[in-house]
Each structure stands twice: as C-alpha cells, then as structure tokens.
Nanobody, 125 residues
C-alpha cells in the first residue's frame, strides 16, 4: 500500500487549507484513514480519522470543530479540510492507513500500518 499526501502550504492564521491523501496498491486491508501531524521538536500526534467503509469520524480536541475529515469522490481518497488555522497547527501532516480489526488504536500511531510521506503546513500569525 502506498499513500500520497498533498495540499500543504503556507497560510496566515484564520485561513483554510485542504489536504488530500490517495491510497494505492492493496488498499482492501485499510479499515480507516487517519491524519497525524508533527511539529518541529515534538512527537507525532493524532489529528483525525475516518472509517472505511462508513464514515464515522474521530478528532483530537485540538482540532475538533475546525477540521473535517471526509472521503473523496475518487476511490481510496480522503481529505482533511482545515479551517480557522492557528500557528500551533504548523507541522508536517501525514496520512496513514489503519489496518487493525478493532477500533481501540484509532487515535494511536501503533494502530497504523501504512504511512504517507507527509506534507508541510505552515501557519503564520
């Protein structure tokens, strides 16, 4: 499975960005798609996730109400709509494929088997 994230960029506080992630290969093993981010000098943290099939969503407290994860019209595509961006949202954003059969690890890095290369989001104040 390969994951390709795109859509990052440099924006100002209050602006919006939309990230996309396209999965290819043996995608049938993916149960959910997640987004994580990593700021300089910090650990990678959970942002959002969506189950496939179905559309149950999960968000971190930091982005709840500002970010929306959704399935794209194209097969094996997931988007992360980020609104009202803040400087603390700055980081490299990774999409990841969740392959476990239980939901307990949906917010944890260890639950994700497949990872994309990351796309940089920079929010200036």
């Amino acid at each position: 499975v390969q994951l390709q994230a795109s859509g990052g960029g440099m924006v100002q506080a209050g602006d919006s960005l939309r990230l996309s992630c396209v999965a290819s290969g043996r995608t049938m093993s993916i149960k959910a798609m997640g987004w994580f981010r990593q700021a300089p000098g910090k650990e990678r943290e959970f942002v959002a996730a969506i189950w496939l099939p179905g559309s149950n969503e999960h968000y971190s407290d930091a982005v709840e109400g500002r970010f929306t994860v959704s399935r794209g019209n194209a097969k094996d595509t997931v988007h992360l709509q980020m609104d009202t961006l803040k400087p603390e949202d700055t980081g490299v954003y990774f999409c990841a494929g969740y392959s476990r059969n239980v939901p307990a690890w949906i917010r944890n890095i260890v639950g994700y088997r497949y990872w994309g290369q990351g796309t940089l989001v920079t929010v200036s104040s």
